[in-house]
Every structure is written in structure tokens, then in C-alpha cells.
């Protein structure tokens, strides 16, 4: 087990586990809570515009931790992945904007298309887009999703995998994003990991729990402590190669979004400290 | 690309499939649809009994490929480990008087116990249902399953972790079922089903498609070519290492229970031809 997280300074929560709120609203009750990150949604953006955004967070002291996200390079034609390499130059310019140093990507799959295939083009979508991330200095973490999402959201499914990728393009702003909820499952996790630590490509770490029974693959994930993932096994391995970054908060949970969103806030920061 | 399939020879149908049929309706309507292969799920046993159901299927000239399922191995509690024991005594015997060659397992898992815990003690429990087995000349197939499951299902969640318990228990009467369902994301799919040949273990052949976006973790399987899974590949792969039995078709969805299950079936014999 990991060292206990006695206070809340690592803490760092996705804007879209309070799905309800605004940015405005996130960045009040996440401060007033004395929650001292934040990982902000593209889609919270909109309601005041990058530029204003950008400034609200900046006044209001709330540490960027990312920006989630950019990703989605697979695609039948070219005209797709130009399309999709076009919004994701969009997302890194949001990110420096707001100042964010970190993109996440979820890196996107074609039903149908082989995996492989896709991890190609994974792979050339990013190494495309480095040389305009470095300028940027902001950096692209591949995130590795669940295999139940290798069908239309990513052909990375595994550490391996994300590391793979990581290491061909061997770049200083490209790395991984470990999330609990999707590879707690595998037996080559905390070897992964330490490779992800030993190459220098840890960049961010994620968690949430497992909902037993899960009523739904997208909407349905379960706070700290509530479910089945050896979370705090999973931060020591983190821990022991090398990251001491923010730990963020990213839960989509339909049951949850439907609470008092500040009542839901307290239920995440007693979880964050007695079960990461 | 395998060859093609010309007939309906090697077609089997789970019962569960035709989820909405009793035994006896699962026999008139398959013989009659001219599928030779049955495999039994233990629920349709109970309307006539295991001693009629088997004088019924034997009558009806039916293949046998399969029972399904024993397993659920893990426990908390050596009594709740010894309950599970008896209850696949039980689909051994049943499997033999129906005249099965296999009873597929699903392994099972304990939220919250360690995955590696839990493959202990699913690798102990076939251990000592082995030499049963094969007094009733009944083998036990793993079935790896999709680590969508690893919560509560199975904690053998790889064709590698299926390779492993069966070479770890090195036995005549225990081997690996390959199910595209849970394995098709993997990219050590190819490597580990030949080693799985080349060890003697691959007992069967499970068949459906990934239905996008999956409405259900458990009830929303795909009829083979509504979906993203590399059926004929696999198929190739399966029949490189060796296999040439039955190709089980197990589909459980609440979509098509809902047909009139003669049409359904008519579907999943064009299917079987034409995507399999």
C-alpha cells in the first residue's frame, strides 16, 4: 500500500465529475472546498470562451493539472485524420491558453478497422503534432482506455501498448496517462508502470472505482473505496516509478452527477483521502 | 481469411441463444433447421430432468458439444470454495448423462480479492475436480472472459492466463474455450491461441460479434457480421493450431430474444455461412 495522502494538496478534480456545473460554478466550489487543481473539459469552455476562461482560473489560483481532451486519430480517409489533427492543434492551443502542461488523449478506433491499423495511425496522428506541442510546451499523454472501449473510443487498451507507442516516438512531450478504472484488471500492470517510470513517460494518474454490477459501459463508474480496483496498490506502483504529480478525480456516473453537487464533492474529497 | 464454410457442419447453437425455446423446442427446431450440434445450458435441463432431457437429445440425433458452465471458483470461504466443488460435480454428471464432452468454465472472481488470489484458487479447484473428470470422460474448458468482467465473473481474463492454469495443471481432462466475445481487443490473440494448439488444450470455439455502442455489458452480443470482431481471422488462427470441432454460436441478447426465434435462427445459420 501506498503512504497515506493526509491533505488534500494533490488533489485534482476533472471538471467533468461535476458534470452539472459550469466552469464558473466548478472553479467556486472546488476552491471554497480548498481543492487546489483542477483538470478542465473542453466542453466547460464554451460558456465563456477560451480566452475568459483562461482568465477566471488564473485569478481564481486553481493549479491546471490537463486538459482532457484531444485524441480520435484513427479514421478511414485522410480527410478524417486531417480533420482530427486539426482539432487537436485546436486542443493544444486551448491548453497553453489556459495553461495547461498536459493534453490527455483518448486516441480513438474505427469499428471494424483492424487495431493494429489504428494504432498506426495513433501513433503517426501524434508524432505529427509534437513538434507544435513543444512549441506549445505542452505535453500529449497517451491515455490507455479499457478493452470494453477497443471497439470506437481506442485501439490502446493496455500499458503495453501505451508505452509502445510512447517509446517509438520517444519525444519529450509525449507520455501516459495511467487511469486505474481501465487497467486495473492486468497482470503486466505494475511492470508497465515502472517501465512507463523508467523511460520517463509517466505523466499523469487518474482514479475512480469499479461499479459492481455495471449498469452502463460509459456512465457508470464508482467512487474511490465503493468498488473492486486496488487503488492504493496502484498508487505505490505509480509512486515507486517516480511520479508525485496531482492525482485526479474522473468519474462519469450518471447515479452520482444527480446529487447536490456539493454534497457529491465532499463524499470525493473524504474518498480521495481514505481510499487512493 | 479461413476457408470458407460451405454447410452447416460444424454449426453448433448454445440453448441460450434461442434463450426464449425450452430443451425440447431447442431440439425440434434445430433438427429441423438442419443444425447438427447442440450445446446445453444447464437451465433447459430442468423442464424434463436430466435423465429425460438426455433421452431426449440422444433420440433427436443431436451432437453434443458442450455444457455450459461450471466454474465460479473463488471464495471467501473454504465453504463457499467447497459449494462450488460439488455444484460442478454436479455439471460433470450432467455432462456425462447428456453425453457433453465438456463442461465449459467460467471461472469466477470476488470483487475486491486480488485477481492473482482468485486464479490460485480457481487453478486449485480444477485441480481437484480432475481426476472426477476424467473417470466420466467429461473435459473442463477455461473460458478466458473479457476483462469487463474481472470484477465478479472471472479472474481469467486472457487466452495467456488460460494458457497458464492449463499448463500449470498439465492435465488430459482440462484445456482453454476461445470465445471471439472476450478475446477478439487482444494482441497476443494470435500468438496465444497457437501455443494454446501446440500444448493440445484448445477444446472450443465460441462465435458473435461486438455490438456498437454495447447497451449492455451483458445482454447486447452481435449476430457474427453486425460487428467489429475479426471473426474469420480468429477462425483461421483457431484452425492453424490444430482445432477442427463444432463452432459454437453464443449470442445473449435481449434484442433478439425478442424475435420470432425461428427467424432468429434462419439469421444465425446465413450468418454462420457468410461471416463466420
Known amino acids: 500500500m501506498a503512504n497515506p495522502l493526509n491533505d488534500l494538496s494533490r488533489l485534482c478534480i476533472h471538471t467533468i465529475t461535476t458534470k452539472p456545473w459550469s466552469l464558473d460554478q466548478c472553479i467556486d466550489n472546488y476552491t471554497a472546498a480548498g481543492i487546489p487543481a483542477i483538470t478542465v473539459w473542453r466542453d466547460v469552455l464554451q460558456k465563456h470562451g477560451v480566452k475568459e476562461s483562461a482568465r477566471l482560473i488564473r485569478e481564481s489560483g486553481l493549479r491546471v493539472t490537463s486538459l482532457c481532451r484531444g485524441g ?10 486531417n480533420k482530427s489533427l486539426d482539432d487537436n492543434r485546436r486542443a493544444i492551443e486551448e491548453a497553453a491558453e489556459i495553461g495547461a502542461p498536459l493534453v490527455v488523449l483518448v486516441c480513438g478506433a474505427v469499428p471494424g478497422q483492424p487495431l493494429e491499423k489504428s494504432r498506426d495511425q495513433i501513433t503517426d496522428g501524434i508524432g505529427a503534432l509534437l513538434d507544435e506541442a513543444e512549441a506549445a510546451n505542452v505535453k500529449l499523454a497517451i491515455e490507455p482506455l479499457h478493452p470494453m472501449y477497443a471497439d470506437d473510443r481506442s485501439a490502446i487498451n493496455t500499458m503495453k501498448q501505451a508505452n509502445d507507442v510512447a517509446e517509438r516516438l520517444s519525444h519529450s512531450h509525449v507520455g501516459v496517462a495511467v487511469d486505474v478504472y481501465h487497467l486495473w484488471w492486468d497482470e503486466a500492470l505494475e511492470s508497465e508502470i515502472a517501465r512507463c517510470g523508467e523511460n520517463g513517460n509517466l505523466l499523469a494518474f487518474h482514479v475512480c472505482d469499479w461499479h459492481t454490477p455495471t449498469r452502463h459501459l460509459l456512465t457508470d463508474r464508482e467512487l474511490m473505496g465503493r468498488g ?4 492504493k496498490e496502484i498508487r505505490r506502483w505509480v509512486e515507486q516509478a517516480g511520479f508525485t504529480g496531482d492525482i485526479e478525480v474522473e468519474i462519469f456516473s450518471e447515479e452520482y452527477w444527480a446529487l447536490d453537487q456539493n454534497e457529491w464533492l465532499k463524499q470525493l474529497t ?6 487512493v
Do not use: M
Open 270 to 275: 473524504e474518498a480521495y483521502l481514505n481510499h
Open 72 to 81: 480520435f486519430f484513427p479514421g478511414a480517409t485522410a480527410e478524417d485524420r
Open 228 to 231: 473492486c480496483i486496488n487503488i
